[in-house]
């Protein structure tokens, strides 16, 4: 990294989830002065078990071998290396409940989870607390005139009426983003999530009751439970101790909410959902709590953000505000890690181009061409995998005509898909982000 103390220009970061706070480490790590605005009163992370694939693990570590530490203290080892896809549907000619569809070679670390909050609470521990502000909820972002040689900010406007100032403004506030409908405008598409017709009924079971009931292997690695119009991913987390459930079905209405994204549920009700299923499947889901939550699973995929970076160039968007997509990959996290990676070294460069130069002209020219090289290496990426993630949860669920339940064609389907994924070259994506940068300039 580089050695100046501080950069010549400051950023704010929009949301205080996985991607922000990641965000902010990466570019503080780098003399890069941020301040995070939070909508909520603390750091909170919605949802249960999360994985990290091979690719995420790498991005930690260019992005700040902190980040890599703390996943690796809560990370749960599986006792398996492979990644189990069985028929959940049809009962088992067997005779343990379910037959062997497929699997993939995880390999030694290959993909392990652990709880969310366990993982965001470690993270935002190492931000210093003059660099955070909670219940800072932006209702407006005003960008300079590029064309207007002053030094001159863009200016946020938070809803309780105050206001702050900063060159780059970085939306990383999730699914629903703000700052995206700020960029694309309210009325556009694209600026609000769509329904996927799928959502799932998320719980965590005791690993003793579990192992009592599915036996030590279904309990202590991850496991794909496939069958008609729904599926079941089960993994250990905390360290071992709990198994996490998510359980996916299709639903053909409308999402019966306009405000919420999660809705009470019951286990009575997931087990309604499941029946047909075979004994293995049964059997999870009267093992979850009686009091559920559904959360339903919305993305970008039928209006996708056709740019990451405002026409001003000076606010970009980053993980789920950028490129929200289904979580049947298990990439959306690891994905907001790269797009950390790639603006924390873009920034870098710029910081170290400016050092010596007080031209106000130069400046904005530097930090447009680091967000635009940004949008540019990230991009095709990114739209790919809320594509695939459709694609994938209805290859789960035996929903694609010329796959359905075919092991052959399903395993294919899926190997090379995540090989996609986890062998994502990381120091190729910065170098050719580098590229792009000096290029541009």
Known sequence: MS????????????????????????LLSRGIPVKLYERAECFHEIGAGIGMSPNAERAMLSLDTRIHTVFRNFATPNTEDWFQYVDGFYDSHTGDG??????????????EGCR???????LAEMIPENCIEFKKEVISVIEPDC??????????????????????VLGCDGLRSKVRQLILGVDSPASQPSYSHKFAFRGLIPMKKAREVLGEDKSSTRYMHLGHNGHVLTFPVAMGTILNVVAFVTDPGDWPSKERLTLPATKDEAIRYFTGFGPVVTS??????????????????????????????????VGDAAHASAPHHGAGAGCAI??????????????????????????KRVLQAALSSYDDVRHERTQWLVRSSRFIGEMYEWQVPEISNDPVQSLAEAESRCRKI???????????????????L
């Open 3 to 26: 050695s100046f103390t501080t950069a010549p220009f400051n950023v704010a970061i929009v949301g205080g989830g996985i991607a922000g706070v990641t965000v902010a480490l990466g």
């Open 98 to 111: 379910e037959d062997l569809m497929f699997r993939i070679y995880l390999g030694n670390r290959g993909f």
């Open 116 to 122: 969310r909050s366990d993982f965001l609470t470690g």
């Open 147 to 168: 064309h207007i040689n002053d030094d001159r900010k863009s200016v946020l406007y938070f809803g309780d009426g105050t206001v702050a100032e900063a060159d780059i």
């Open 284 to 317: 999870i889901m009267e093992m979850l709590d009686d009091k559920l939550d559904k959360w339903g699973i919305f993305d970008l995929f039928d209006n996708p953000v056709p740019s990451y970076v405002s026409n001003g160039g000076f606010i970009g968007l």
């Open 338 to 363: 790269e797009d950390a990676l790639a603006l924390a070294v873009l920034l870098e460069d710029a910081a170290v181009m400016l050092q010596k130069s007080s031209d106000i002209a130069q400046k």
């Open 422 to 440: 986890w062998d994502y070259d990381i120091d190729g994506m910065i170098k050719e982000a580098r590229g792009l940068f000096a290029t541009k």
